[in-house]
């Protein structure tokens, strides 16, 4: 549930596939964060990457990512922190 609070969406709204789990990053960002997605998924990368979304209220949280694919979940498993104090 903290993931979808970082995010600003509910629950069952996050994972289900890649434009559902993006859907609040900021245009900007998207690209880098679907290629490490997709990077991660396709090559067995970890992922790392950095990007910001914007919350309903309408404030700016920068979130790190950070985990691995488990291929035979087919799921990505790992953290993410708002590291938007540090930014």
Known sequence: EYACELHGVAPRAVGRT???STVNILQADQPQARAALQAQIRAAQ??????????PDGAVRWIACRGEYLTE???????????????
């Open 18 to 20: 890649l434009e559902e």
């Open 73 to 87: 979940r087919r799921c990505v498993m790992g953290t993410v922190q708002d590291i938007t104090e540090s930014k």
């Open 46 to 55: 970890p992922l790392r990457v950095d990007y910001r979304v914007r919350m």
